[in-house]
């Protein structure tokens, strides 16, 4: 079977979903503890990331994903750090001696699987090497559902996966956050940016929305927000969460596309 590869079309769709992520509102708590969970530990995942070279973020998420963030546990398969894997890819790391740390049998996973400071690690790049890590199942068998390792918790998944090795099913739905999910929500709080995903300077405003510091009672003001924030959406490199609040964030994203921050915004008047 042919090699998916990332050609030009397959990284203008990754670029498209990445873009037009949203939440489904009702995971957004669990998706902010589990990035708050990832955000705690960055700094043993900037240290695998010195050792492979792989960004720490694409370390974090894909722990996310293979191992719930266990740090008693190697990346390859879950199984304990005590002593070397035992289950497929069996007997790794293969070089040092157990008890090992969890930095060093994560580089060794990393390594395993190709990944490098060589590797592509544009946003689509990326979210390719996040779909190759799970496997392509579901773009050769099954494109009609975009893969929930990716997109799960979003608005671009609902339901139909694979509910064990070669078995799918129409109707069952993934109870994982996606990791395109995860780094959807790192770029909205500004914890990591994408250097190939610079915005372009903006035309006229859309409309005219104040900062308010706290979330907005009113219907319509965040009915207005909201689609402001679709709106900045838009612009390569700008992620925003669709909340309604037009607040820090929002104010920043909008500086970003126009130049300035919103009107009532005290960064503004300095």
């Known amino acids: 079977m042919a090699a998916i590869s990332l050609t030009p079309s397959l990284r203008a769709d990754y670029e498209r979903l990445f873009d037009t992520c949203v939440t489904q509102p009702g995971r957004r708590a669990e998706l902010d503890t589990l990035v708050k969970a990832l955000l705690k530990n960055r700094g043993r995942y900037a240290a695998a990331s010195q050792l492979?070279?792989?960004?720490?973020h694409f370390i974090a998420v894909v722990h996310n994903m293979e191992s719930s963030q266990r740090m008693d546990a190697h990346l390859h398969n879950g199984d304990p750090l005590t002593g070397r894997t035992t289950h497929v890819p069996a007997g790794r790391p293969r070089t040092g001696s157990p008890p090992f740390r969890w930095e060093d049998s994560a580089a060794d996973a990393l390594a395993l699987k190709g990944l490098n400071d060589g590797t592509d690690w544009s946003l689509a790049g990326t979210l390719y090497q996040l779909?190759?890590?799970?496997?392509?199942?579901?773009?050769?068998?099954?494109?009609?559902?975009?893969?929930?390792?990716?997109?799960?918790?979003s608005g671009h998944y609902e339901r139909g996966k694979y509910v064990a090795d070669?078995?799918?099913?129409?109707?069952?739905?993934?109870?994982?956050?996606?990791?395109?999910?995860?780094?959807?929500?790192l770029a909205e709080m500004g914890e990591i940016d994408f250097g190939d995903r610079v915005s372009p300077p903006a035309g006229d405003d859309p409309l005219i929305v104040r900062y308010v510091a706290r979330p907005p009672a009113d219907p319509a003001t965040r009915r207005t927000t909201e689609w402001l924030q679709r709106w900045l959406n838009t612009f390569t490199g700008v992620f925003v969460r669709v909340d309604g609040h037009p607040g820090k964030r929002t104010s920043a994203a909008y500086r970003r596309v126009t130049g300035h921050y919103l009107p009532g915004d005290p960064r503004g008047a300095r």
């Open 166 to 185: 070669g078995t799918w099913s129409d109707r069952a739905v993934s109870r994982q956050c996606g990791a395109a999910v995860l780094l959807r929500r």
């Open 52 to 56: 492979s070279g792989v960004p720490w």
């Open 131 to 153: 779909e190759r890590y799970n496997g392509f199942g579901y773009r050769r068998f099954h494109p009609e559902v975009l893969s929930p390792y990716l997109w799960s918790f």
